[in-house]
């Protein structure tokens, strides 16, 4: 894990998608790890790139109303991909 506790932040219940390269993300640097693990191609895909905006946005901040946002993006793009 990085340094910077900012990507520490849990997010309140963690995800487990049934496929994907994760099988379980607890925390937003995990989600960080998610993203990256992406081909270029789907982390160009605009619902990807929102979630990363909003993982961002939550990193900064850490505000928990954004760190929920970022997991409900995740989850939809989660479902997007068939992987949960």
Not at 25 to 48: K, N, R, S, V
Not at 51 to 68: H, P
Request: without cysteine; proline residues 7%; glycine residues 6%.
């Amino acid at each position: 894990m990085p340094d910077n506790p900012k990507f520490s932040h849990r997010f309140a219940s963690p995800i487990r998608p049934t496929q994907g390269p994760l099988r379980e993300i607890a925390t937003l640097y995990d989600a960080f790890e998610l993203i990256a693990a992406l081909d270029a191609g789907q982390q160009a895909a605009p619902i990807w790139e929102r979630t990363a905006k909003l993982m961002v946005k939550a990193s900064q901040t850490g505000r928990k109303t954004d760190i929920g946002a970022a997991r409900t993006q995740l989850t939809r793009a989660l479902r997007e991909e068939g992987w949960l």
